[in-house]
């Protein structure tokens, strides 16, 4: 009884499990960027307003409404470790965040995107704040 208690708790705290339960609307309440010109910080900017909305469907339908009410429709899913969200729009187009943190009130996602040709690397860090919308 005590094992299958653990499992059971153990089980609950996988991404995948609260991503479930947490199906529905999501508002974006902040979004850090930080540029990086060859490893060196280049801009390091918040926004806080204007930004947009993510929709999770259980059925792992979604879309994403940006601040100026573009819709973009996508599918989701979690990747083996449960630890980072993958979208795929209808053009292809892949946003990967990882996960770092999330319970049924608030997400943090987190991506990396890199491009240039050496010796000029862009970096782009972006860390999103999203609070289920209620």
């Known amino acids: 009884m005590t094992m ?3 499992v059971m708790v153990l089980g609950c705290s996988r991404p995948e499990k609260i ?3 947490n ?3 999501w508002k974006e309440m902040s979004l850090r960027t930080k540029t990086y010109l060859n490893d060196q910080v280049l801009l390091d900017i918040t926004v806080n307003s ?3 909305q993510m929709y999770f469907g259980e059925d792992g339908n979604g879309w994403y409404q940006d601040g100026n009410g573009a819709i973009t429709n996508y599918v989701w899913g979690l990747n083996a470790d ?3 969200l993958t979208r795929t ?3 292809g187009t892949v946003w990967k965040n ?3 943190d999330i319970n049924r009130k608030s997400m943090t996602l987190f991506a990396t995107y890199t491009t240039g040709v050496f010796p000029t690397i862009v970096k782009l860090e972006t860390t999103t704040v999203l609070e289920r919308v209620k």
Do not use: E, F, H, P
């Open 98 to 100: 990882d996960i770092l």
């Open 19 to 21: 991503m479930v339960k």
């Open 82 to 84: 449960q630890d980072a």
């Open 50 to 52: 204007n930004l947009g």
């Open 23 to 25: 199906d529905g609307l």
């Open 89 to 91: 729009d209808a053009n």
């Open 4 to 6: 299958l208690l653990a």
